[in-house]
C-alpha cells in the first residue's frame, strides 16, 4: 500500500488546496509530484517559491538547465530528467547537449562544460568546492555570483529530486517520451 496519495484539488490539505489549484490553472493539468508534493503544504509552497527565484537568477535558461539536470541525473531522479529534457528541448537547445546531460558525459559546449562540472564539484563537495574547480568555472565567462546561482540551484533542485524520489513521484503521460532510467 503506497504510503503517500498523489492529491488533487479537493484531496490536499486545506493550507495546499490554493497552491495546487494555481499550478493547475497555469498548466492546464495537475502534475502527478504537485499532488504527491501536496502532502506538505510548506514542501510544495517551498519548492515553488524557491524555483520561482532560481528562475530570476543572473544564469540564462540553458545554463539553469544544465545546473537542474546535472542534479537531477547525480540524485537519480527519473522524474525530473524527463521534465527537463522537455524543458531544454522547448528551448530548442541542441539534441547532443541534451544527450550528453542525461548520460553525465562531457558537454559539447566547453562553457556549459564548465558549468556541468561546477555544478558536479558543489554536489560533490558538499560546496567546499576546491580552488582549481571555481577558477576553471570562472575561467570559462563565469563570474562569482553564477557559482552563488548554482548553489541556489542545487539547494531548488535538491528539493525536487528528494521528494520526487521519497514519494516514487511517476512519469506523468505527456512526458512520456523523455523517460530516463540511471546508467
Known sequence: MPVFTPHTVETAPAAARPTVEGVRRKLGHLPTA???MAESPELLTGFLT?????DKCDL??????VVVLTVATRNECHLC???HTATLTRHGAAPE????LRAGTPLPDDRLEALRRFTRAVLDHRGA???AELSAFLAAGYQPRHA???VLGVGTYTISTFANRLTAAPVDPPLARYAWQPA
Open 81 to 83: 530528467v524527463a521534465m
Open 97 to 100: 547537449l541534451i544527450e550528453a
Open 129 to 131: 568546492v576546491p580552488e
Open 60 to 65: 540564462g535558461p540553458i545554463d539553469r538547465e
Open 148 to 150: 552563488l546561482d548554482v
Open 50 to 54: 524557491v524555483t520561482g527565484i532560481f
Open 34 to 36: 504537485v499532488g504527491l
